[in-house]
């Protein structure tokens, strides 16, 4: 985190992490945030690649599976939430669920390669957020 005269107050600090958990949502929620990406060509196959997963074996998911369209975009609303309540209490909670998403999408990644830049573009995010 900075310091000085250019650290965030904990009231930018939450806006912008629930800008990025907000934003994340949109682009996981259907084809039109692939294109707001600007994966314009991945939104064709959106419906296909987000209809099932098998489950992440690390995680609770693993034993039903789970529809990623309705899965990611609702973990990502929750965290947006969290960040708009929250404080340094509630952001070491936020960690816990920030880790469980990158060990999901490590899975996604291998199960469903083709979404590689979407994938990598939710992580690089997801480490901004952490960074707030």
Do not use: N
Request: hydrophobic letters at 40%; glycine letters at 8%.
């Amino acid at each position: 985190m900075s310091e000085g005269r250019f650290a965030l107050t904990e009231t930018e600090r939450r806006r912008r992490r629930e800008r990025i958990f907000r934003w994340l949502a949109a682009l996981h929620s259907g084809p039109l945030g692939m294109a707001m990406a600007g994966y314009p060509e991945l939104a064709r196959a959106y419906d296909e690649v987000y209809a099932r997963c098998p489950g992440c074996p690390a995680l609770a998911c693993r034993v039903s599976g789970g529809v990623p369209r309705v899965c990611l975009p609702r973990r990502l609303e929750a965290l947006a939430e969290s960040a708009r309540r929250g404080g340094p209490g509630r952001r070491r909670r936020e960690e816990a669920w920030i880790a469980e998403l990158m060990e999901c999408l490590a899975f996604l990644e291998q199960e469903k390669p083709e979404f590689a830049p979407i994938w990598r573009l939710t992580r690089e995010k997801l480490a901004e957020a952490r960074r707030l």
